[in-house]
């Protein structure tokens, strides 16, 4: 818990501090749509805390000082090249099955949901809240949630994998952490994500077929 309010809150007051020096003219903060669940959620936990908190910490720094605010809560990022593995590791891992040609084993017999959006679309959706100076407190999921069968199947076949995707009944469930559609920025700036998870898991693919 420390170190995420290390990083997030007093992190963000920090930026803030910097963005009056330099006499920025809008301020783009980055959450997570974690940031956003209450205590009956099972993802609830003092990740999405520190980002609620570095959000409150700064709504109050901004107002005092004038400083036009947006605050984006994005879903999962997920995006092409090793640096995404650190935040998204569950998603790569199922990638590393299917290109080694691995079964893809789900605990549970719940097919969980996830929402995932990738980095090329979040970049545009910024370029476009810079442009058009929006301002307020958005959600930013991607309208469509995904089961992980469809994450592996769609690894299997961009890989033009022989992996299998089996279920461990004799394990615990995996939760959801789905998220309803929230439009209204999209409608505002005229962008909705466009990356689909099979084109998004493609790009990754011809990145690693590049490298080898």
């Known amino acids: ?8 809150v007093l992190g963000t007051l920090r930026l803030c501090h910097a ?22 959620s099972p993802f609830y936990g003092s990740y999405g805390l520190s980002k609620r908190h570095a959000e409150e910490v700064s709504r109050l720094y901004c107002a005092s000082f004038n400083l036009p605010l947006t605050i984006l809560r994005p879903s999962q990022i997920y995006g092409v090249g090793e640096s995404f593995r650190k ?3 569950f998603l790569y891992a199922i990638l590393d099955k299917a290109e080694n040609n691995e079964d ?54 961009a890989f033009g994998s022989t992996s299998n995707i089996r279920f461990a009944t004799d394990k615990t469930d995996i939760p959801d952490n789905a998220f309803a559609p929230d439009v209204d920025l999209y409608c505002r700036i005229g962008y909705f994500p466009r990356i689909s998870l099979a084109i998004g898991i493609e790009k990754e693919v011809a990145r690693r077929r590049a490298n080898q």
């Open 1 to 8: 818990m420390h170190g995420a309010e290390q990083v997030n």
């Open 19 to 40: 963005c009056t020096r330099a006499r920025v003219g809008h301020l783009i903060l980055v959450s997570s749509i974690l940031a956003g669940l209450d205590e009956s």
């Open 87 to 89: 935040h998204q590791p």
């Open 104 to 157: 893809i084993v789900f605990y549970g017999a719940n097919d969980a949901q996830r929402n995932l959006i990738h980095a090329e679309d979040v970049a545009e959706i910024i370029s476009r809240v810079v442009k058009q100076r929006i301002e307020g407190l958005y959600a930013c999921p991607n309208p469509i949630n995904v089961h992980y069968s469809e994450i592996a199947a769609e690894a299997i076949a």
